[in-house]
């Protein structure tokens, strides 16, 4: 993870961008130097600066970050003696004495003031003029990776992100002009070398609290939930690393860390009893699986006007190959920032979403990530996305979704997970469709002929039915399962569909108590 300049060591004076200080759009110049002079160039050179600031430079928050050369000449001194470097700035612990800390103690924020700074909402805002997510999943996690030292230290060990449990929009934010956000977390669970760190990200249509702490935001504002596990390694060894313990201090904090203590243990056990790459489905879905077969032999000897809102899961996928620069790297130069990967699969899944529906997709979860592999600076990255899972969120007593599905497979109009919401400020609150891409990367040095599996990461959008006004315009729609690897995605991705529910009812409980 990388330490940003965003991040101030300061808990109590807001952070914030300063790019209204600057002027970026001027007027273009005969003699220019200045690549941001030139006018085709002010946006990328904008939001790379941006970049550049929060990953790169020096500054008071981040006084070890170096050069890349600097790295990469260490690095090849430390290979010509036999030895393996993991990070450039952390290369001792300094300690190994193991303490305990309190929650407040790993507090901190972000904020990002899109209503009172127009330039740094420009460059946070997707084509649509709503909240380009991706550029936020970047600030997510150079959060997360912050509070994450904060609780190790005063030792200084190689934190890593494991995965990404969770990150869920609460409530919709379309109208991003209209508000200041403040990014806030803190560690709520640790163990021997693993801690959870639960992130909250809060919208305030006027002014931020006069001093931001985690007692005094109210739980109105929250518009986004995220949980974030990183594991502690030592950089000499290259073995996990003993971190401070949690103390709880009071019957809030208590509950949290057992709410925590209980999801990793559920995780776990889910890993080895549900997973179908150990454990056969369920007689329920074996009958699903066998319907679905059927259906998909149907579907393929309709005419393409009968069919198309019903697509191939194969011809849903979209592939992306990226070369991986130094100018993405985290804290630790080596390896590429966790935030950054987030952001590619994310804007990859955003577009097969978008292609498979016909209309722009509305973020609503990620709902699970696992990070099986680093990805080293100057490896090429294969990232592949594909729908693995639909349903349909209709109105009460609106008949099939799809005519010619039901009179097909009734095996398609299953009772969907979610439900449509009477609360107006959540996206599925009208009549839509939910969409699970799974988007899986994998990483191969260029003196290597293989490539390994580096993480998936399962997002799920939603497409409401009708869109300015007018019904079905794009409608419902539904992917179509036919091979049995694509049959067993199908299965998972209900699954999944289902824990969120589950999380997204138990938010609500939690908020009514």
Not at 186 to 200: A, N, P
Not at 325 to 348: A, C, D, K, V
Request: net charge neutral.
């Amino acid at each position: 993870m990388i330490r940003s300049t965003l991040l101030r060591r300061s808990i109590v004076t807001p952070c914030r961008y300063k790019s209204t200080k600057v002027n970026f759009h001027r007027p273009d110049g005969p003699g220019s130097k200045d690549a941001a002079e030139q006018a085709d160039a002010t946006a990328t050179i904008l939001a790379d600066s941006l970049d550049f600031q929060k990953r790169i430079r020096p500054s008071e928050s981040a006084p070890n970050k170096l050069t890349w050369l600097d790295a990469l000449n260490e690095k090849k001194r430390q290979l010509s003696e036999g030895k393996t470097i993991s990070s450039f700035a952390y290369q001792s612990t300094k300690t190994t004495a193991v303490g305990e800390k309190t929650r407040s103690e790993s507090f901190s924020y972000l904020t990002l003031p899109f209503k009172d700074d127009v330039w740094l909402r420009d460059s946070y805002i997707n084509a649509a003029g709503r909240l380009r997510v991706g550029q936020l999943f970047q600030d997510l996690d150079a959060l997360a990776g912050r509070i994450a030292y904060r609780h190790c230290a005063p030792a200084e060990p190689v934190n890593v992100t494991a995965s990404v449990d969770r990150i869920y929009i609460v409530k919709k934010v379309d109208d991003i002009e209209n508000y200041n956000f403040v990014l806030t977390g803190v560690v709520t669970w640790t163990g021997r070398s693993s801690m959870e760190i639960s992130v909250k990200g809060y919208a305030f249509p006027g002014d931020y609290p006069s001093e931001i702490k985690e007692t005094n935001l109210s739980d109105d504002a929250v518009f986004l939930k995220a949980d974030f596990t990183f594991v502690a390694r030592n950089p000499e060894t290259h073995k996990s690393f003993p971190i401070n313990h949690l103390l709880p201090t009071n019957e809030r904090e208590w509950l949290d860390f057992r709410r925590a203590e209980s999801h990793n243990a559920q995780k776990k056990l889910r890993a080895k009893l549900e997973t179908l790459d150990k454990v056969p489905p369920t007689q329920q879905e074996s009958n699903l699986i066998h319907n679905l077969y059927i259906a998909s032999k149907a579907v393929a000897k309709l005419d393409p006007e009968q069919s198309s809102k019903l697509i191939f899961m194969k011809d849903s996928q979209v592939s992306s190959t990226l070369f991986m620069q130094p100018q993405y790297r985290n804290r630790h130069s080596y390896m590429i920032f966790g935030g950054y990967l987030l952001r590619q699969t994310f804007e990859l899944a955003y577009c097969a979403a978008g292609a498979f529906s016909c209309a722009p997709p509305r973020f609503v979860s990620l709902d699970s990530t696992t990070f099986k592999a680093p990805v080293p600076v100057g490896a090429v990255l294969f990232i592949n996305a594909r729908v693995c899972y639909t349903e349909h969120i209709k109105e009460e007593g609106e008949g099939d979704s799809i005519p010619v599905l039901a009179s097909l497979l009734k095996a398609y109009e299953l009772p969907p997970a979610n439900q449509i919401s009477h609360d107006s400020s959540e996206f599925l609150s009208r009549p839509g469709t939910i969409i699970q891409v799974k988007v899986d990367t994998k990483i191969r040095n260029l003196d290597s002929v293989e490539a390994i599996e580096s993480g998936s990461f399962i997002y799920s959008f939603f497409v409401p039915r009708d869109t300015e006004g007018v019904r079905d315009k794009p409608g419902y729609c539904s992917v179509v399962p036919q091979t049995y690897e694509e049959m067993m995605l199908y299965i998972e991705g209900r699954r999944r569909a289902f824990d969120t529910a589950e999380y997204a009812k138990a938010l609500h409980e939690a908020k009514k108590a």
